[in-house]
């Protein structure tokens, strides 16, 4: 059976406002676990999660940690910047009949321009590839 899950890796955070895809925390893992940047990730993760937690759909007002994914169906992207500049493609949607934000996946973006125009459209297609898994547990 299809199920969100709450966020574990890389440490426990509990919220009835973020779930995650299945898929989400191993590509997460395959990032961070021998990067030795997991210790400083983990602060910031925990800062941008409180914050979303809190402010939801209005997070991108906070341009260096967020912002809305143009020409998208209402994706997002959390943002990471330091030696990994990691990105967390996210949407919020209907679930147990309240808004979350559901995280879909995550990725490395590229410094060069046309290289981080590239790397979105894969993840952007992935994140929606995703969200139409899940698409019967969402309201």
């Not at 709450?6 to 973020?18: D, G, H, V």
């Not at 990067?35 to 925990?46: A, C, D, H, L, V």
């Not at 209402?74 to 949607?93: E, P, Q, V």
């Not at 410094?111 to 993840?123: D, G, I, L, Q």
Request: net charge positive.
């Amino acid at each position: 059976m299809k199920v969100l899950y709450n966020i574990i890796y890389p440490e426990q955070f509990y919220s009835t406002k973020i779930y995650t895809h299945p898929k989400f925390e191993e590509e997460l893992k395959n990032i961070l676990e021998y990067s030795g940047y997991k210790e400083k990730f983990i602060r910031m993760y925990r800062q941008r999660l409180k914050f979303l937690e809190e402010y939801q759909n209005q997070c991108y007002k906070k341009r260096d940690w967020f912002e809305i994914l143009k020409k998208t169906d209402g994706l997002y992207s959390m943002k990471f910047k330091g030696s990994k500049n990691i990105r967390i493609i996210f949407k919020f949607t209907g679930y147990n009949k309240q808004n979350i934000a559901l995280l879909l996946c995550t990725f490395e973006e590229k410094n060069s321009k046309n290289n981080s125009k590239s790397s979105y459209k894969e993840v952007i297609y992935i994140a929606e590839e995703r969200l139409d898994e899940i698409r019967e547990l969402l309201d």
